[in-house]
T-cell receptor, first 115, second 110 residues
Framework: ETGVTQSPTHLIKTRGQQVTLRCSSQ?????VSWYQQALGQGPQFIFQ???????GRGNFPPRFSGLQFPNYSSELNVNALELDDSALYLC??????????????FGNGTRLTVT | GIQVEQSPPDLILQEGANSTLRCNFS?????LQWFHQNPWGQLINLFY???GTKQNGRLSATTVATERYSLLYISSSQTTDSGVYFC????????????FGKGTMLLVSP
């Protein structure tokens, strides 16, 4: 069973730039969620993708956008980067629609630093 | 939205001691998970436990859904148990999304 993988592991960007983070879901999972974890805080839900469509969104501005591909992998795009976007970005996958509860499994994250 | 409170915020133990971490939540939940985040940021799934009791080695967890709390027990703690422990719940929004507590930071000293 292949777990959730994220790339890159670390990234440094300049304020105003754009960034794309990537995630491959765990095999057998059909749903991908993205979370932002600022230093010293718990992860905060950004959005979730199911069947290639956004299926729920947290309190994040539209410059945070995403995609899910037919193979269930996903991208998180952030435009017009701000210093406060510096955080650990976590991707999680799960199986929705199986009729039973499905735990979320997280990748190791991408640590983004905006200077 | 659903609120999740964890206690204590910080805990220092000597190796071999036992501990109990608590998670209170404000509404009924479809899912509750306990995670351990190591110093490198890796978030490891410990338990998926919307109700009942589970055990895995030195760790066990109990969720009393009707009273809206969950407990994580760590017995005979080891230095490798150090890190932040998060409780996260999924409410009844229809999406499998988790709301996290602020975590309990555990330091186990030799």
């Amino acid at each position: 069973e292949t777990g959730v993988t994220q790339s890159p592991t670390h990234l440094i960007k300049t304020r105003g730039q754009q960034v794309t983070l990537r995630c491959s879901s765990q095999s057998g999972h059909n749903t991908v969620s993205w979370y932002q974890q600022a230093l010293g805080q718990g992860p905060q839900f950004i959005f979730q993708y199911y069947r290639e469509e956004e299926n729920g969104r947290g309190n994040f501005p539209p410059r945070f956008s995403g995609l899910q591909f037919p193979n269930y992998s996903s991208e998180l795009n952030v435009n017009a980067l701000e210093l406060d976007d510096s955080a650990l970005y976590l991707c999680a996958s799960s199986l929705v629609g199986s009729g039973i509860g499905s735990p979320l499994h997280f990748g190791n994250g991408t640590r983004l630093t905006v200077t | 939205g659903i609120q999740v409170e964890q206690s204590p915020p910080d805990l220092i133990l000597q190796e071999g001691a036992n501990s109990t971490l608590r998670c209170n939540f404000s509404d009924s939940v479809n899912n509750l998970q306990w995670f351990h985040q190591n110093p490198w940021g890796q978030l490891i799934n410990l338990f998926y436990i919307p109700s009942g009791t589970k055990q895995n080695g030195r760790l066990s967890a109990t969720t009393v859904a009707t009273e809206r709390y969950s407990l994580l027990y760590i017995s005979s703690s080891q230095t490798t148990d150090s890190g932040v422990y998060f409780c996260a719940v999924e409410g009844n929004s229809g999406y499998s999304t988790l709301t996290f507590g602020k975590g309990t930071m555990l330091l186990v000293s030799p």
